[in-house]
């Protein structure tokens, strides 16, 4: 059920998170899927309409950065890191932090930190501030495939759970958030996303390290199980450019060139469908999302996707694309 952002509505949806049912909601990465995160049950029915693996834990939403002080215990140096990466909320950088035990065991699968973030989107802000409570909330896409970047994606996959979805259009940021954990005092990057490595060492004024990076060389305690699972995956097989692809003609090609007018002639013969989703990473990232999901309802054999460099945003495009096209 897709509602429109209302006064009335936002009323309905944290009536709904209050008495402990699941509700959708835009976030300017994805769409998300919440429950109150300080009710087990409630935590609990999200990993069963996703299907979501236990071993992977949720972030935790807030819409006033005090609202951390209830749920999490900080020492020194974690509130001067907080002072100084608070400049990026909101907005899409999740932050790992010691938890207090008001935080349920289910949310942070058994781990004694919690992710916390608040998002920068008017629809999700006044949700959570009508509910004055902390919301747990994953990508609201069924575990392993594509994340939603519109409300339709979300209601096609929990049509059958009857879940309301409050509609805030196409997602501006189209990636997941970045996941920081401040447990230790060098911050380690889980998840790249929107906020770059480089832009939060600018504003820390340190270095920081890259735990995507040979993840198994990481202390258990900050590693999270659910960074190791295949995720994001379409339901037509995936390819890089690089790979061997099926003899078949019917297939689609996502190029991160701009136009025809840049890409071989001999590719132009190969594929039904071409998608230019330009070659500005921002660009890339809001659509990557939105073209994945439009070009798997085409009923192609496959589909062909090319790569870019490794830097900035970059980093966090390739992830989503070569987790996509683990077969
Ligand atoms: P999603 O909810 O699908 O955006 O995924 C959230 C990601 O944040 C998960 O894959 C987790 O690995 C990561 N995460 C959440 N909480 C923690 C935590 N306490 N420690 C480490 N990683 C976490
Ligand atoms: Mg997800």
Redesign the pocket.
Known sequence: MILEFTKENIEFCAKKLKNGDIVSFPTETVYGLGANALNENAVKEIYRLKGRPSI????VHIYDINQIDEFCILESFQKEFLEKLKVFWPGPL?L?LPKKNIIPEIV?AG?P???IRMPKHEIALSLFKETNLPIAA??ANISGFLSPTTAYHVDEAFKKFDVPVLNGGSCNVGL??T?L?LLKETPII??HGFITKEKIEKVLGIEIIDGTQNKNTLPKDIL?P??LLKHYSPHTPLYLTSEKLPKSKNAAYISFKNNEGEIQDNLKNKFKTIEFLTSNKETIAKNLFYILHKLDRMNFDYIVIDSCDNEGLGLAIMDRVTRATNK
Do not use: H, T
């Open positions: 992977n834990p949720l972030i999740s790992v942070s781990k930190s919690v992710a994953p990508s997941e958030s996941v954990s889980l998840r999270s659910g960074m």
